[in-house]
């Protein structure tokens, strides 16, 4: 089977290969025969329920610096593509909310993943707390006074924008941090938005564990490690990855995640586990595809494609 795939994704030309999983995906798209095409976000038009973009043919290959060819840019329907891959990168903003919009008039004639409806409807820091038993102590607001109680109740606590990706303004606050009252200011001042407010977990120090999973059913693992003096262990900031196997406690998370994912139509999720405590569901453009791979682990980009292949043919 041949299938015409267009990847709607930061321009290609911007990623970092090593880590990136849209790139580890059209790798394996191109290997099997499917027809690739390339575009950003900024490109989608809609003229009533007619969604255009601007498309240009692709090629890639696994060489940094030299990792793609771009073919003549041209407007074309989506709706003639059999599957858009969604895959740029957050922040999860108004522009953001409205690609999901506009590709969600072409689902599921076109195959669009994640489901453009379910990514919208689904924030990661919000669509996690619909397992709380899983997580750890979590607050969602941006009342100082709630803060206030949460802090004098669990101590250490943890700071993060609720629409954040990447590690980025994550903060550990302890119970007797004085730059606790600026950063509350900082926050204030930068995100109009709730915040999350979580136990710290002492435990970090020895991983954030990032599971994927392919249409609801565990596809691989990888254990990322922050570097010493730092909180954060995404890879972008420095984390390094390890190899990882699954705890009971892990394998029970993912049993409870999977019927939901399906339900919603995300195909390619990763979670987030910090000692045992769900911590985040990723489902606009989750990395560790190729860092499982380098580590040993499960070809999850040919799972995935399995799976894309499956449902177009079914």
């Not at 900024?42 to 990792?67: Q, S, Y």
């Not at 954030?208 to 990322?224: M, T």
């Not at 892990?250 to 999720?269: K, T």
């Amino acid at each position: 089977m041949s299938l015409k795939v267009a990847v709607q994704m930061d321009h290609i030309s911007s990623i970092n290969i090593a880590g990136d999983s849209a790139f580890a995906l059209m790798l394996e798209a191109q290997t099997r025969g499917h027809a690739l095409y390339h575009y950003t976000p900024d490109r989608l038009a809609m003229t009533g329920d007619t969604i255009t973009a601007g498309l240009e043919p692709v090629e890639v290959r696994d060489a940094k610096g030299e990792h793609f060819v771009l073919g003549e840019r041209k407007m074309v329907d989506l709706s003639e593509m059999d599957v858009i891959l969604m895959r740029q990168d957050p922040p999860f903003d108004m522009a953001y909310v409205a690609a999901t919009h506009m590709l969600e008039k072409i689902h599921p004639k076109t195959l669009v993943v994640n489901d453009p409806a379910s990514v919208r409807n689904a924030p990661e820091k919000l669509f996690v707390t619909e397992f709380a038993d899983l997580m750890p102590e979590t607050l969602i607001t941006r009342d100082r006074e709630t803060i206030d109680a949460f802090r004098a109740e669990h101590g250490d606590i943890v700071m993060k924008p609720l629409f954040g990706h990447g590690g980025a303004a994550v903060f550990r606050i302890t119970n007797d941090d004085l730059n606790y009252g600026s950063l509350y200011d900082f926050f204030a001042a930068s995100f109009r938005e709730p915040w999350v407010i979580q136990k710290f977990l002492p435990n970090v120090s020895e991983g954030d564990k990032r599971i994927l999973l392919v249409d609801g059913q565990f596809a691989g693992a990888v254990n990322r490690v922050p570097q010493a003096g730092d909180l954060r262990s995404n890879m972008v900031r420095g984390g390094a990855a390890r190899e990882a196997d699954l705890t009971p406690r892990e394998r029970e998370i993912c049993a409870r995640l999977g019927p939901a994912l399906r339900e919603r139509g995300l195909i390619l999720v990763g979670i987030d586990v910090i000692d045992g405590h769900l911590t985040e569901i990723n489902v606009t453009a989750p990395t560790g595809i190729r860092a499982v791979a380098r580590l040993g682990g499960p070809d999850i980009a040919a799972l995935f494609w399995d799976t894309v292949e499956a449902k177009r043919a079914g």
